[in-house]
Nanobody, 125 residues
Framework: QVQLVESGGGLVQTGDSLRLSCAAS????????MAWFRQAPGKERAFVAF????????YYADSVKGRFTISRDNAKNTVYLQMNSLKPEDTAVYYC??????????????????WGQGTQVTVSS
């Protein structure tokens, strides 16, 4: 199993940047595809970004494409989410997830076996 711990959230203003980190336990980190999801109050948990186990493939939700970048450092057992040009609609709890999603299913919460506790990102206008 893998344990995930997110960090880096906070309160920022529109247009600011944040870098979220997700630290994973164990040396099996490189065996997992990784993803970021977010959940705003009253909303379902929504896909944000995906990165394959080797880092060779990445996918983004349309709402963050061009602003967010997902990356991973398998040597450090860490996945990152660089968030630029933040907007109030980005306000949510951001969750890191690990798993092995089936083809074309990387955006589904049901495809991931492990989740972090979440980190709050609040963007003020």
């Amino acid at each position: 199993q893998v344990q995930l711990v997110e960090s880096g959230g906070g309160l920022v203003q529109t247009g600011d940047s944040l870098r979220l980190s997700c630290a994973a336990s164990g040396r099996t980190f490189s065996s997992y595809d990784m993803a970021w999801f977010r959940q705003a109050p009253g909303k379902e948990r929504a896909f944000v970004a995906f990165i394959s186990r080797t880092g060779s493939s990445a996918y983004y939700a349309d709402s963050v494409k061009g602003r967010f970048t997902i990356s991973r450092d398998n040597a450090k057992n860490t996945v990152y989410l660089q968030m630029n040009s933040l907007k109030p609609e980005d306000t949510a709890v951001y969750y890191c997830a690990a798993g092995g999603p089936a083809n074309q299913m990387f955006g589904s919460v049901y495809e991931y076996d492990y989740w972090g506790q979440g980190t709050q990102v609040t963007v003020s206008s």
